[in-house]
Each structure stands twice: as C-alpha cells, then as structure tokens.
C-alpha cells in the first residue's frame, strides 16, 4: 500500500512513529533542539479543509498538542485514491482547498490511482529513492509521460512531499564549452558556431558577410 511505501519514507528521514493506527498516524523527529512531527492520514472521501481539521485535531495525541513546536512544524501527509488520474481535473479545486488551507497544518494530498499503485506494488522506499536516480528510467518516462510507470509514481511521491530529500550523485562537471561544442557538432552547426566566435565583439555587418560568404561556397561546391 501507498500508505506503507510513505511510512518507510518518514522513518528513512528519521521519523519514529509515536501513535496511531492504519488510518491515521504519528511521527516525530527530534535533531538536537529542532523538532518536527508528521501526521500520515488515508483521506477515503475528499472534503473541506475544516472538516479535516477537525478530524485530524480530535485524533492527534496530547503528547502532539501539548509540544510548542507542533504547531508550527508538522506536516499532514493525505493519501488518497482515484480509480483513474483523469478523474483528478474533478476533483482539482477541492485538492488545492486542502493543501492551501493554511490552518493548523501544511497540508499534502499525495493521490494515485489503480495503475500508480500496481506499479508500486512490492516496491521498498530505497527502490523508488533509486528510481528517481536512473537516467533510463527518466528517458522511459519522457517517452510517455503519461503513462504510469515506476519513475513517474517516484517523481510525483518527492514532488508532492517536498521535504523528502532528493538523492544526490556526485558526478564530474563537463566544462559548459565543450558541452556547447559538442551540441554543435552534433547539430553539423560547427561551420557557423566558429563563424560566431570570430565576432566576438559582434558586428553585425561583418558577421551576415561571412555568413553569406559561406552560403555562396556551399552552393559553388
């Protein structure tokens, strides 16, 4: 379940789960003096950002409610289920209502559908922290961006849930200038790029002369 997959998520961020039950739970973090807490809630009918207010107050712990930091640190994670994603153009403005309701909590609707959902099935939280990572994945994704594959359900989990941390893959930086030559060679452009590069204080005149000089090669040739 979406539900679980988000659990491992908190934990892996250094959550520990306080209270609740599957429907509603409870995590806090605590890095030295800084504290932050997570509610993770299964949101089975969309309402308004009052109602869920007040279910989400009746159910939080004392422990939660006593702490100063609670109020101005805790996030409440919705998971919510659509049969289909086209059925979200729906049920957009009561999403946006909830997560721009700024009382009580910041507020994220993570919603997926039967296909997200059997994409995850049996995935860990590692799997998809790697999924984001793969270059093949992202090409795969860009192919067919509205299909529902592993990459995008991972892509809209971090997306939705900003402060989980994107990997980061330390890699060797490619100078910008031979990332522009390469470019233009692919593009057969290298002719005109070193055309440009001999203006480098532009003169217009000058650079349409030597662009027409070459034109009238090409076609002699």
């Known amino acids: 379940m979406i539900i679980e997959l988000i659990e491992e998520a908190l934990i892996a961020h250094d959550f520990v789960k306080e209270a609740g039950a599957d429907d509603t739970r409870f995590y806090k973090r605590e890095v030295g003096a800084a504290i932050r807490f997570a509610i993770l809630h299964t949101l089975d009918e969309l309402c308004s950002p009052k109602e869920l207010n007040a279910v989400i107050n009746k159910s939080t712990p004392e422990s939660f409610t006593g702490d100063p930091s609670f109020k101005k640190n805790c996030d409440l994670i919705c998971i919510h289920y659509l049969k289909q994603l086209s059925e979200f153009k729906t049920h957009e403005e009561e999403i946006f209502a909830i997560e721009e309701d700024p009382y009580y909590f910041k507020k994220y609707v993570l919603y997926y559908s039967d296909a997200e959902e059997k994409v995850l099935q049996g995935q860990t939280y590692e799997e998809i922290h790697a999924a984001i990572t793969s270059k093949e994945l992202f090409n795969e994704y860009k192919m067919e961006p509205l299909a529902a594959t592993q990459y995008s359900a991972a892509a809209k989990i971090f997306i939705k849930l900003p402060f989980l941390e994107l990997p980061f893959i330390k890699r060797d930086l490619v100078p910008l200038r031979l ?43």
């Not at 790029?193 to 000058?206: A, I, K, Q």
Request: aromatic share 6%; glycine share 4%.
């Open 179 to 221: 990332q522009i030559e390469g470019a233009v060679s692919e593009a057969g452009l290298t002719n005109t790029y070193e055309s440009m590069l001999r203006f480098s204080s532009p003169n217009v005149d000058d650079f349409i002369k030597e662009m027409i000089s070459d034109e009238m090669a090409n076609i002699q040739n």
